[in-house]
Nanobody, 115 residues
């Protein structure tokens, strides 16, 4: 039984900060890639960041310099620290945990950016 759960979403003002977390269970966590995606109403799902098995983190240009991801294999958790939030960052944020032949998604967590 594999579970992927995102949490930490909420309402924040433009320029503010928010921290999201993604926790996975039922897998050998360190053997999987962990990606963040987001999807706003009427838009396609957008890639945000990727944590590789080797320990590197890659970011989309839209969030580079504002978002910081960190992976904690001991806690089976990845954290996304979001700073300098903009209205266009508002979306449902999803965590994707995958390796070859396997692909697991969480239910998403809502981020609203509004004054």
């Amino acid at each position: 039984q594999v579970q992927v759960v995102e949490s930490g979403g909420g309402l924040v003002q433009p320029g503010g900060s928010l921290t999201l977390s993604c926790a996975a269970s039922g897998i050998s966590f360190s053997d999987y890639v962990l990606d963040w995606y987001r999807q706003a109403p009427g838009k396609r799902r957008e890639f945000i960041a990727s944590h590789t098995v080797g320990g590197s983190t890659n970011y989309a240009d839209s969030v580079k310099g504002r978002f910081t991801g960190s992976r904690d294999n001991a806690k089976n958790t990845v954290i996304l620290q979001m700073n300098s939030l903009k209205p266009e960052d508002a979306a449902v944020y999803y965590c994707n945990v995958w390796r070859n032949s396997e692909d697991y998604w969480g239910q998403g967590t809502q981020v609203t950016v509004s004054s």
